[in-house]
């Protein structure tokens, strides 16, 4: 199995700075994209940022030039720096991970953290 662990969240102002962690641990020959995606209440879970194996880092439109997505690609770890932060960025944040499992597998398999909360307070 695979198991990816969240931490840094929190409560913070306006304007504020949070960094995001993610850990994945199990069954991994290698992670294909890696990224973060969030969802508000009342809301569907959208996408913040990925990053591909081969280096690619995508953001929503909402948080370009404040949010910038990170990886270690030998430890399996991916982390989000958020500057800036504004009210409607409050939402529970996934951490995502595409997961090849073994080396002739042709498939990868989608994980999902357990959501850490991120509350940007007006």
């Known amino acids: 199995q695979v198991q990816l662990v969240e931490s840094g969240g929190g409560l913070v102002q306006t304007g504020g700075s949070l960094r995001l962690s993610c850990s994945a641990s199990g069954t991994i020959f290698s992670i294909n994209t890696m990224g973060w995606y969030r969802q508000a209440p009342g809301k569907r879970r959208e996408l913040v940022a990925t990053s591909t194996s081969g280096g690619t880092a995508n953001y929503a439109d909402s948080v370009k030039g404040r949010f910038t997505i990170s990886r270690d690609y030998a430890k399996n770890t991916v982390a989000l720096q958020m500057n800036a932060l504004k009210p409607e960025d409050t939402a529970v944040y996934y951490c995502?991970?595409?997961?090849?499992?073994?080396?002739?597998?042709?498939?990868?398999?989608?994980?999902w953290g357990q959501g850490t909360q991120v509350t940007v307070s007006s």
């Open positions: 995502n991970a595409n997961v090849k499992k073994t080396s002739w597998s042709h498939v990868s398999y989608p994980y």
